[in-house]
């Protein structure tokens, strides 16, 4: 991957290959680009019950499992009512 340093210390969403969607903070990084969250929460989208949210705190992610790191841009991020969105679960990836 890329350079990750620009994200450390703000918040980030990741999507991994199995499919989860996972917020936090990048606390840390490194050569195999695993990444460390800390004040992460786990998003699960639902048709039926919009979207939840599973507290999951300091949170280590392997970086062969990650398939998009992107940045959340906290003001629109809490201007979002999450319990109103409802989607599909992302399906994971198979090779």
């Known amino acids: 991957m890329a350079s990750l340093q620009g994200y450390v ?3 980030v969403l990741l999507i991994l290959q199995d499919g989860r969607a996972i917020v936090g903070v990048m606390a840390g990084f490194d050569q195999k ?3 460390v969250l800390s ?3 786990e998003r699960v989208y639902s048709i039926d019950e919009g979207v ?3 507290p999951l ?3 280590l992610v392997k970086g062969d ?3 998009l790191i992107g940045e959340i841009d906290d003001t629109l991020d809490k201007a979002v009512d999450l319990s109103t969105i409802h989607a599909e679960p992302i399906p ?3 090779y």
């Open 9 to 11: 210390d703000r918040r």
């Open 33 to 35: 680009s695993n990444v």
């Open 39 to 41: 004040d992460s929460k």
């Open 52 to 54: 939840e949210e599973i």
């Open 57 to 59: 705190g300091l949170y």
């Open 65 to 67: 499992m990650i398939v």
């Open 92 to 94: 994971p990836i198979r």
